[in-house]
């Protein structure tokens, strides 16, 4: 299937931008003299549209809520990093990948949108691909509402307030169960006085932008509302000499509307719908290097120089993946659609308010693949459609204001269905690439046009009972212990059929013996159907003292569960369909401080996990093919530790520092049938290096750098008679190299790499109406991998991080 913008992109574009010019409008005939959302006056019950996550000028206080309700974020015993939208704003930020570079604990990469993985502390997500019947250790919160598949979280951001990112198990706080932490993403609130403002941008690679959004009265003091709309293009990173086309080109359209009801005093209701819609033509594998033998010596079957070597005529283009091109001939694109409706109600009874948040959400993913990457017609496709929908439910009780104990009560309800329909194809130059060794008649009867489709449909229901208490035992020292109750039922089945395959007339019997042979090793047929249940209690408590009012100690224990998992795909004999539950122990100990009038603030945390039955998913490639096999497995037993620093530094009045490093050491502490390495993996051995299987025990955790490591700066300057403000902002982040394979393969050690991203710009008027500038991100144009892929015929290949690109930004406010 493929989708492209269809015209009423166009609409959408004309739309935005009218929308954009209709907020300036208003804006300016209603005289609105108005600041930041982040310092709008809204009505008593309203919660303030807050934000600020720097120290600021007097050391203002950055305010989160990370426990469900307004603090300080110095206050907070949890080990966090906060993210503002002048921060974001400032570098240009707008989709989750991006959030990394500010928080070295947090790393995201991407194979694909679907199969995009989220680790915090080096656990989460597993960095082989995506599997249904997975759920992430990393959970996703937008306005408070849960998104069940990561591929919902990779549109592009828009009109956000803060971005929090909660480290550890966070069961007793929030709706779903997360094993490895939360990011809980805030968006502006829409306020009763007009605002409006509006952003354009262009650079290189045809990059185009344009953003826009209006609040203000619809009742005076009972209704308000906020629009936001953005709308990004952007030329390909690579070239396809094939089709003669720029590809891995971007294009997003995403459109959130608000509404704020205030019927009485103390009560809220604020409704909210979004739709999102994106489209590249992505995500293609650039080869990077070929190997012929196993470290042993011994010849690999069939290599990959062999395999395009057969084909007279054809000239695969030279390896050299930062020349950035590729003569992929198959289809491939990477596109998707959501869109979902949410109600929050938030009622103050008086020493008590409730929260109740209903949602409903969808998400649609469409992709194709050419992963023979080559003009040849070997694999033609090998994808998975998804269509999930999800239903949540959260209600809360909660304590207000400040008792000798602060409490909260809630339950939770999350149904989900995500419904799979893959696909795989084989071409007519797949029997001499993958079978060169059989008949040419028989392996031509066995591959080309092999069609096969498959159907799965986990389905998830969840419910449960959670609550988090403080008991301040003095001033200075406070109690912290929360239970969390999880009940799970999740189903599901699987169904593979072959849709097309050449017929057999006319060959022996040992013929289509060796036919039926082949099309099982490329796509075997499978139907099951399983179902399994879960309960589950989970826990924290933590320990904290301030000593002073601008520094706080902490400890913490707690407890953290994931669910079982589904195998819902072909799985090799003797894997069980249900993955079995995995259990998280965290410990961790913190220091928050503010030092000098609170122009420094310093937070330090340093941690152990250790997680049991840790649920990851497996790919096994199956010898002699570029085929696999995609299933999950416990691993018995892994940990992480390490420890992790933030600073920031008001050092002068135009001088903004900030700084963050963390450590991970995560690593499988039990696990003796790992995976061995694509250059250890002889057919043809004996010994155990030979072995499809070996101890992994001590063995790092793939997609996780040892070291991460983000520096910023921030400079400010006045003049014309302080009509005017210029600035200049950098930043550098850091990875030290990690695996991307989860064999831990040499060749799929991608190298550590540093990442320069510059802007500079002035401000109009003392309220800084108008804001231009100009910037570039990887400044010095880095070459590096996002991922490394092994295949077992001998073949590396990678999916390339971003060149650089340049540009200039305007914004206007009203």
Known sequence: MTRGFPARTTLVRCLLLAATSAGAIIADAAAAQVLLASNDVVPAGVPADTGAAT??????????????REERAQDVPVSLSVVSNAQLGIRGDYRLDQVQQLVPSLQVFSF????????????????????????????????????????????????????????????????????????????????????????????????????????????????AFRLSAAYTSRDGFLYDTTTRARVHDYENVTVRGQLLLTPATGLTIRVIGD????????????????????????AIANTFTQRVGRFAGYTPLPIDPFARRTDANSPFQANMDTWGVSGQVDYDLGGAAITS????????WFPRNDSDLTALSINLQNHILNFQRQ?????????????????????????QVVRGYSTSEYGADAPAALFPADDR????????????????????????????????????LSLTGGLRYTHEDKWGSYASKRVFAQPTTGLTQAQIARVNAIRAALAPIQAFAVDTKDDSLSGLVTLGWKPSADALLYATYS?????????????????????????????????????????????????????????????????????????????????????????????????????????????????????TPVEALNPT????????????????????????????????????????????????????????????????LVPGYGIVNARAGVRLGRDGRYDLSVWARNLFDKDYFQTLNVLNYGLVSAILGDPRTYGATLKARF
């Open 357 to 364: 948040v209903t949602a409903v959400r969808q998400w649609n």
């Open 391 to 415: 239903f949540s439910q959260e209600l809360r009780l909660a304590s207000t204001g400040t008792h000798t104990v602060d409490w909260q009560l809630g339950v939770y309800y999350f149904r």
């Open 275 to 298: 739709w999102g819609q994106q489209d590249q033509s992505c995500c293609i594998n650039l080869p990077v290097a070929t190997f012929a033998r196993y470290d042993n010596g011994t």
């Open 441 to 476: 008649n028989v392996a031509t009867i066995a591959a080309s046009g092999l069609l096969t489709a498959g159907f799965s449909d986990p389905h998830t229901k969840s419910a449960a009972v959670f609550g988090q208490a403080t008991w301040h035992l003095t001033p200075a």
């Open 559 to 675: 407890r953290g569960a994931k669910s079982p998992g589904l195998n819902l795909t072909n799985i090799p004999g003797g894997v069980d369909p249900v993955v079995r539950p995995e259990t998280v122990d965290n410990y961790e100990i913190g220091l928050k401080s503010q030092l000098f009038d609170r122009r420094v603030t310093l937070s330090l945390a340093a941690y152990q996990t250790n997680v049991r039955d840790y649920q990851t998913t497996i790919v096994q490639q199956l010898v002699g093919t570029n085929n696999y096999v995609n299933y999950i497995a416990n691993i018995p037993a892994v940990r992480s530790r390490g420890f992790e620093a933030d600073l920031a530094v008001r050092a002068t009045d135009w001088l903004n520092l900030t700084a963050s490093v963390a450590h991970t050491d995560a690593t499988y502490r039990e696990y003796p049938n790992g995976p």
């Open 112 to 223: 694909n949108p679907r199969n995009t993985n989220i680790n915090i502390r080096g656990l989460g997500s597993n960095v082989a691909l995506t599997n249904d019947g997975l759920e992430n250790g990393v959970g996703v919160y937008i306005d408070n509402v849960y998104y069940g598949r990561v591929g919902q979280s990779q549109f592009d951001l828009v009109d956000l307030d803060r971005v929090e990112v909660l480290r550890g198990p966070q069961g007793t706080l929030f709706g779903k169960n997360t094993t490895a932490g939360a990011i809980n993403i805030s968006s502006r609130l829409p306020q009763f006085d007009w605002h409006g403002d509006a952003q354009a941008d262009a650079g290189n690679y045809d990059y185009r932008q344009v953003r826009g959004s209006l609040t203000g009265p619809l009742i005076d003091g009972l209704a």
């Open 685 to 748: 051995a004996t010994s155990p290096g030979g072995t499809p299987a070996r101890d992994f025990a001590g063995q790092p955790l793939a997609g996780v750098p040892r070291w991460s490591a983000s520096v910023g700066g921030d400079v400010t300057q006045r003049f014309a008679g302080d009509a005017a403000e210029g600035y200049v902002h950098a930043d550098w982040s850091y990875r030290s190299s990690y695996y991307t394979v989860a064999s831990n393969s040499r060749y799929g």
């Open 55 to 68: 120290v600021e000028d007097g050391g203002a206080d950055v305010i989160v809520t990370a426990r469900r």
